[in-house]
């Protein structure tokens, strides 16, 4: 079944006022304008490789997201990248269940191609015409070298959509397996996360993943085994970077509360250069989106005036 996309490249061209010759040579050069840099990422040594695409790519990857989207299924289940969606929302929905399983996929946006999309696209009887495939693939993959084949990039604007797209038939399966056995799932990204409170049920379900990904992608997308945790209310839960606290109500941790306590205390005094004083302003925003009652803690404890200022 072909599906209702209208023509990529005229839209390209109406909206950028380019020529088929220019349209052509930009979409040619696309995979390759992308600036690619290394991070740390967090809590280990390794690094994290970020392709960061053009201002005009990204803008025209914006302009075909904004197509696909009409067309294209992104399942319940997928948390990430959504509106009215984010970590909060993605441990609240695990906040009551005491068993927690959370299982990571390895490498995951570089590991997902164009071939892996258009198959994911197949398997729900959506099919594209050769130059908008040319086109997706161009516009919304890169290459890291001439030789290197497309993949999807960490930094793209157009990346987390395509990587729910891709995903879809994955969660529809997944959710139907979890229902049978009163589990909750959700995915966030690369994290996914399955919480009962049924005891023994998640035992082995890790299992039954792996399986779903080789039935689905073979050995393109998989499991990072170092980062399966399983945990109870016995034990501290963490989902996304947010504490579950044994009441059932989600929490900025201990460790994450006195480190933003001490900034403002050395804040209060003058004591923290502009980095660290952007770096606070962004954890006291976080934490009023997760904890208000903390930061209302704070205001009583350094001032009002002190975290207003903090806010602006």
Do not use: W
Not at 41 to 48: F, G, I, L, Q, V
Not at 127 to 140: P, R, Y
Not at 171 to 177: A, P, V
Not at 193 to 202: A, D, G, H, Q
């Amino acid at each position: 079944m072909t599906n209702n996309l209208k023509s990529l490249r005229k839209l390209l061209q109406s909206t950028l006022f380019l020529s088929d010759d220019l349209i052509n040579i930009f979409i040619a050069t696309a995979p390759y304008r992308y600036k690619i840099y290394e991070i740390n990422k967090r809590n280990s040594d390794e690094k994290r490789k970020i392709a960061h695409p053009s201002k005009e790519l990204k803008f025209i990857q914006r302009i075909i997201i904004k197509e696909l989207s009409d067309i294209l299924p992104v399942h319940d289940c997928a948390y990430a990248y959504r509106s009215g969606r984010g970590i909060k929302e993605n441990a609240l929905i695990h906040s009551k269940n005491s068993y927690l399983l959370k299982l990571d996929l390895s490498n995951f946006f570089n590991s997902l191609t164009p071939e892996i999309f258009f198959a994911e696209c197949k398997r729900n009887h959506i099919d594209f015409d050769k130059d908008n495939a040319s086109i997706i693939s161009n516009c919304l993959f890169y290459r890291e070298h001439r030789k290197s084949s497309l993949k999807l990039s960490i930094g793209a604007p157009s990346s987390p959509f395509i990587s729910n797209v891709i995903m879809y038939s994955f969660d529809k399966i997944i959710e139907t397996e979890c229902l049978k056995r009163e589990i909750t799932f959700t995915r966030y990204a690369d994290d996914m996360t399955f919480s009962t409170n049924i005891k023994n049920t998640l035992i082995g379900f890790d299992n039954l993943i792996r399986q779903v990904l080789i039935d689905l992608f073979k050995d393109s997308i998989s499991l990072n085994n170092d980062k399966t945790i399983f945990s109870s209310k016995a034990h501290n839960r963490h989902i996304t970077g947010i504490t579950i606290s044994n009441n059932d109500n989600i929490s900025l941790g201990r460790e994450r509360k006195r480190l933003i306590s001490s900034a403002i205390h050395r804040f209060s005094y003058d004591k923290l250069d502009q980095e660290a004083v952007d770096k606070l302003k962004g954890l006291l925003a976080f934490a009023h989106y997760i904890e208000p009652s903390f930061v209302a803690a704070m205001e009583k404890k350094y001032g009002r005036e002190t975290i207003n200022k903090l806010k602006k």
